[in-house]
């Protein structure tokens, strides 16, 4: 049988391949940093990374790896259980808890990554009777977790309001029973931010709940690192913030629900990804803590970033790249055909700047890009270089 699905996917794989949409992956011999050692996938050496999502350059950092070893030899490796039978430890319960003051919710659940977060709030909360209203660029794992619901479901052109009025008042009129929108705080393939307080405006209009993925802005978007509630002065105004710890808050694993105090509660109970699938592993957990802690007077770190982030885009913008518009460390580098973007990595590679083409179907077709991420981790020399190799790049491959 496997013979002609064999012959299939190859043909399938050879096609993704013509059309310049293959993604290879590079392996790094190093630890995650501002520099990284390429070993495979690309030339050998040492590279400047700007396509990690490690905005505060925490990944390495000494002292959440020395919380990193202390919690192995107090806690384990492992718990080999899921939380309702015995994989909950104490970590986990303390890391909820600062969770919930840090982002000023009621209470957190902890999942083992950000997309089974988006995958069991959805199910749990909305019945057939229900409504979901999702912005069109909201994160895959949403799309999937609004999928496995059996809610009617809006969409609204990313971040148009009037259209959100429009979908809600279709789901009013349709006799919804619970209306949820559902935004990410900072949409990953542009750096563009929410409206939230907008979102929120509306969502109280139209009694609907409001949700946000707030994964690309925990640690260092807002006054305190607290993400695009905090930025936009909405922190009690939204009932669902999910997130992950593998971007800003250390770059390991691990999600979350922070929400209203009886929503978690129900997750607890019937969220499917958190009641089947293993507990978030102790060392991330403790290692998490040491990442809030570190919060608390990371300020330095968060302007560094923005320092970073506002360097990058007007020397590109002086050099004629097309950069989209904004205040992210996402900072993407339009190109347009998905071809010349895979070149364009590969050429920037060679100068010694490690960074990834996007094609479809990850961003829409025509509209191949390079996501230049920023860190703290990064030097004002590092940045400069960056752009200096964009520049050679280009004119090679203009040549």
Known sequence: MFDSVRDDLRATLEEIRAAGLHKPERVIGTPQSATVQVTAGGRPGEVL?????????LADHPDVIAAAHEALDRWGYGMASV???CGTQEVHKELEARLSAFLGQEDTILYSSCFDANGGVFETLLEAEDAVISDALNHASIIDGIRLSKARRFRYANRDMADLERQLKEASQGGARRKLIVTDGVFSMDGYVAPLREICDLADRYDAMVMVDDSHAVGFVGPGGRGTPELHGVMDRVDIITGTLGKALGGASGGYVAARAEIVALLRQRSRPYLFSNTLAPVIA???????????????LREKVAENTALFRRRMTEEGFDILPGEHAIAPVMIGDAAKAGRMAELLLERGVYVIGFSYPVVPQGKARIRVQLSAAHSTDDVNRAVDAFVAARAELEG
Request: with cysteine; hydrophobic share 50%.
């Open 83 to 85: 939380r309702f039978i």
């Open 49 to 57: 990374n700007f396509c990690a999502n490690n905005y505060l350059g």
């Open 286 to 300: 403790a290692a998490s803590l040491k990442v809030l802690d570190l919060l608390e007077s990371a300020g330095d």
